[in-house]
Structures are given as C-alpha cells and as structure tokens.
C-alpha cells in the first residue's frame, strides 16, 4: 500500500510514494487528462525502482527521468528523513538518483507531469548509416515529435541494416481522448517473439509481420483519411507509454536477457558493424535492437550519458546452460570494449561480467560515487551484488 498519490494539477507536479507503479499513476492521471513525461517503456516497475536506476524510455525529451524529478524525501541508514532536491542536500539528489538503491530508502517523489495529447503514428524505414543523419533533419529539433524509438531488424536478409524509425507527431484532435485500454494481441506477440527465437527463419517472418501486419493491429484512437488519402493512425500518450510488455510471459525453458549501450550519435553506425561482427563471432542469439535517445547528463552523480547519445537496447535470448552463459558472458565483454571504445558507456543494473578496468573506464566517477556512499551509509547497511563485487 506504499503508492498514495497527491497531484497539484495547476503545476503539474505528481507527489507520489514510490511504491506505486506507472501503470497505477497512468491509469490516475489518464482520469485527470495528463500523462507520465519520462519512464522506461514497461510500465510494471515501481517508482523507486525507476529513480534508483535512472531509468530513460521512448519519450526523447527529456529520455532519462532525472530532469523530471523536482524533489525526493529518503531515509538514510540512521533512520534520518532528509529532502533533497537541485538545492537542498545536492549532492544527496545527485547520488541517489541513479544510486542504485546504495544511499536509502527514497520515500516519495515530486515529479512533473504533461498534457495527455493525440499524436499521429508514423513509421519510416532507412539504413543504420544514415539514422544520425535522418535523426538531426526529422528529429532532433522538431518539438512537434513527442515520442520516438527505433528497430534495427535482425532479420537475416536485413540483419542489423534496415531501422524502423517510429515517431509520434503531435496533431490536433477534436474532442475527448478516449481512456486507457489494456494491452491487446498480447498472445499474437508472445508467438511472434518466441518463434523468432528459433532461428533465422522466424526472425524473418518476425521482421516481416512488423512491417506488413504489425500497422494494422497498433492500437489506433482513430484512423482518420489525411489529404492524401492514406490512412494516419492516432493515438494518445498515455496509450503508447501503457506497455507491460505481458507477451514476454511464457514457460520456455530458456531466459532473456536485456543489455543497454550509449552511444555517441556520430558513432553510431560503427557500433553497429561492431555489435554485428560480435554477435555473429560470438554465435548469441541477438533477438532485439531497440535505439532510444538519451540527453547529456548534468544532473547525476553516475552519467550514462557524457554527451547526446543513441541508447541501443539489446535483447538477447539464452538457454539455461553454462555453455549458453559463457557465450553471453564473452559477448556482453567485448561489446563493452566495443562501446567505451568509441567514448561510449553501458547501463550497470545487469550482468556483472565487467572487469573493474571496464567499469572505471566507462564511470571515471566510479571511486568517488563509492566513497559519497560510504559518506551517506558508513555502515553498509544498503547493499547489493553491484556494490559487493566494485565497492568494497
């Protein structure tokens, strides 16, 4: 029952505990017409869970949730309740947000809210070498474009060349959004994912239904004729962001594992002739290549982020074998080599097969973010496997 929500609607400005979840806060604010402004893309995690690890989605501004965070009340080792926020403890704001959970016990959250607005739906497809260059001219300063992702295919006869670029364009509706829906073709997804785990065949027809069928079952408010005829696709904010991501549910007795890369914007493309010759080396069962956009970080302690960057978004599939393991292991190694190579960095909350030479490569602020723990919680009572295996 920690999830009580108070809203101040005249500032936009959430008060939320942070055991409440974002589907539980969209399905509240999609009843006062506004919506989340930044999470990841599922929306099955708590509040806290999201601060603690900084987490970024399909809303490219602002991408990670920092900037949307006024203030948090935390608990500290002693019991102590302090707030912090850009001006009051600093630098416990700046540690705790992407802290990993390491400082405290973050109790509530003041965090802006937006409008829920109507978007028209498009998808447009281009070659990985020029999505930098598509991005600046569509994207990047065209404050119309609300939401955005993109799709490397890992469709044989395309394999990590062609990108569904997805964005969504701020439009004019006449009268009331229609509210929230759950999910739906969850069991038509959860087929489609779980064939393309099979091999290259299924990741082509996979490829193929998102281009040709995937259009026609998006959940769409309306399908309106544009002047030219073709059919646009509208949706709302609140809508696009709801995603539990529930076709990923399934008995198969294998795992699925997620990996995150940041990526300078310029050097895009060669992470992914790199991410291509790895994987295929390697022989991992690539599944997934989502590309998110994520904006310099001046407000954390531990920046992903050193500059404007594409996120890349890998999803991987695994059985449940040492064999499997280690190929994910040398894998998941040698991208990390591959990212910091090109002034990159990668997201610390999954696997820890880095070395601490990586780790203090990609995070030179690794050693004092530590040392600001220890400043915070001199007795180690916030612990986990990250901080036992880098900290102590």
């Given at each position: 029952?920690?999830?009580?929500?108070?809203?101040?609607?005249?500032?936009?400005?959430?008060?939320?505990?942070?055991?409440?979840?974002?589907?539980?806060?969209?399905?509240?604010?999609?009843?006062?017409?506004?919506?989340?402004?930044?999470?990841?893309?599922?929306?099955?995690?708590?509040?806290?869970?999201?601060?603690?690890?900084?987490?970024?989605?399909?809303?490219?501004?602002?991408?990670?949730?920092?900037?949307?965070?006024?203030?948090?009340?935390?608990?500290?080792?002693?019991?102590?309740?302090?707030t912090a926020s850009p001006s009051e403890n600093p630098e416990l704001f700046k540690s705790a947000l992407g802290g990993y959970g390491l400082f405290g016990v973050i109790l509530d959250a003041n965090i802006e809210v937006v409008d829920n607005e109507?978007?028209?739906?498009?998808?447009?497809?281009?070659?990985?070498?020029?999505?930098?260059?598509?991005?600046?001219?569509?994207?990047?300063?065209?404050?119309?474009?609300?939401?955005?992702?993109?799709?490397?295919?890992?469709?044989?006869?395309?394999?990590?060349?062609?990108?569904?670029?997805?964005?969504?364009?701020?439009?004019?509706?006449?009268?009331?959004?229609?509210?929230?829906?759950?999910?739906?073709?969850?069991?038509?997804?959860?087929?489609?994912?779980?064939?393309?785990?099979?091999?290259?065949?299924?990741?082509?027809?996979?490829?193929?239904?998102e281009k040709n069928v995937e259009p026609s079952l998006h959940t769409c408010i309306s399908r309106n004729q544009a002047m030219s005829q073709k059919e646009v696709c509208l949706v709302s904010r609140n809508q696009e962001m709801y995603d539990s991501?529930?076709?990923?549910?399934?008995?198969?007795?294998?795992?699925?594992?997620?990996?995150?890369?940041?990526?300078?914007?310029?050097?895009?493309?060669?992470?992914?002739?790199?991410?291509?010759?790895?994987?295929?080396?390697?022989?991992?069962?690539?599944?997934?290549?989502?590309?998110?956009?994520?904006?310099?970080?001046?407000?954390?302690?531990?920046?992903?982020?050193?500059?404007?960057?594409?996120?890349?978004?890998?999803?991987?599939?695994?059985?449940?074998?040492?064999?499997?393991?280690?190929?994910?292991?040398?894998?998941?190694?040698?991208?990390?080599?591959?990212?910091?190579?090109?002034?990159?960095?990668?997201?610390?909350?999954?696997?820890?097969?880095?070395?601490?030479?990586?780790?203090?490569?990609?995070?030179?602020?690794?050693?004092?973010?530590?040392?600001?723990?220890?400043?915070?919680?001199?007795?180690?009572?916030?612990?986990?496997?990250?901080?036992?295996?880098?900290?102590?």
């Amino acid at each position: 029952n920690f999830n009580q929500i108070k809203l101040d609607k005249e500032h936009k400005i959430l008060n939320t505990q942070t055991g409440a979840t974002w589907a539980y806060i969209q399905q509240f604010l999609d009843k006062e017409g506004l919506a989340v402004k930044a999470m990841q893309s599922i929306n099955i995690f708590t509040v806290g869970g999201t601060l603690s690890v900084n987490a970024h989605g399909i809303a490219h501004n602002p991408g990670p949730i920092a900037p949307t965070v006024k203030s948090f009340r935390i608990m500290l080792s002693n019991g102590e309740i302090k707030t912090a926020s850009p001006s009051e403890n600093p630098e416990l704001f700046k540690s705790a947000l992407g802290g990993y959970g390491l400082f405290g016990v973050i109790l509530d959250a003041n965090i802006e809210v937006v409008d829920n607005e109507l978007y028209e739906y498009k998808t447009e497809y281009v070659s990985y070498k020029d999505f930098p260059e598509y991005y600046k001219k569509n994207i990047e300063n065209n404050d119309q474009v609300r939401l955005t992702y993109s799709r490397i295919s890992v469709s044989p006869n395309s394999y990590l060349t062609e990108t569904a670029v997805h964005t969504y364009i701020k439009t004019k509706f006449d009268g009331a959004i229609p509210a929230l829906k759950p999910d739906e073709h969850n069991w038509l997804n959860r087929l489609v994912i779980n064939f393309s785990k099979t091999g290259s065949f299924g990741r082509w027809i996979r490829w193929v239904l998102e281009k040709n069928v995937e259009p026609s079952l998006h959940t769409c408010i309306s399908r309106n004729q544009a002047m030219s005829q073709k059919e646009v696709c509208l949706v709302s904010r609140n809508q696009e962001m709801y995603d539990s991501m529930g076709y990923l549910k399934n008995k198969l007795k294998d795992t699925d594992i997620l990996q995150e890369y940041f990526i300078p914007q310029e050097k895009m493309p060669d992470f992914v002739d790199g991410l291509r010759n790895i994987a295929k080396q390697n022989g991992a069962n690539l599944l997934n290549v989502t590309i998110r956009i994520v904006h310099k970080d001046t407000i954390t302690a531990l920046p992903y982020a050193k500059e404007d960057m594409f996120a890349f978004v890998l999803y991987f599939n695994q059985k449940l074998n040492e064999k499997e393991s280690k190929i994910l292991q040398k894998t998941t190694t040698d991208l990390i080599d591959l990212a910091t190579g090109l002034n990159g960095t990668y997201y610390l909350p999954y696997q820890l097969y880095y070395s601490e030479k990586q780790l203090h490569k990609a995070y030179p602020e690794i050693d004092s973010f530590f040392a600001t723990k220890r400043k915070y919680d001199p007795t180690e009572l916030f612990d986990n496997k990250f901080y036992e295996k880098y900290g102590k």
